[in-house]
């Protein structure tokens, strides 16, 4: 069994900065990608950030493009998200997620096997 378990959500201003944090562990798994969901009230879970252990490869939403940025330790089985600039449309339950898979879609749900509980952030105005 994998747990994934995330940490470091809160409130926080317009403008201000979070770092989120997460690990896995459990038995033996793969791990050939760890990234950053988040579903906002009435909204469906989307893409927020990836990074791929081999080469260290980053991948962002968009949205958060310039303002956040990934990183992690493979060897810890842990992935981190600093966010910065943060705005209150960035309000929202961010999840952690693992992939074992060595060819994934980054940005589709379907390709992460393990998922943690989720970190409330809430950004005020």
């Known amino acids: 069994q994998v747990q994934v378990v995330e940490s470091g959500g809160g409130l926080v201003q317009a403008g201000g900065s979070l770092r989120l944090s997460c690990a896995a562990s459990g038995r033996s798994f793969g791990n050939y990608a760890m990234g950053w969901f988040r579903q906002a009230p009435g909204k469906e879970r989307e893409f927020v950030s990836t990074?791929?252990?081999?080469?260290?490869?980053?991948y962002y939403a968009n949205a958060v493009k310039g303002r956040f940025t990934i990183s992690g330790d493979a060897a810890k089985n842990t992935v981190y998200l600093q966010m910065s600039s943060l705005k209150p449309e960035d309000t929202a339950v961010y999840y952690c997620?693992?992939?074992?898979?060595?060819?994934?879609?980054?940005?589709?749900?379907?390709?992460?096997?393990?998922w943690g509980q989720g970190t409330q952030v809430t950004v005020s105005s």
């Open positions: 997620a693992v992939s074992s898979r060595s060819y994934l879609v980054i940005a589709s749900q379907d390709s992460y096997d393990y």
């Open positions: 990074i791929i252990w081999n080469g260290l490869n980053t």
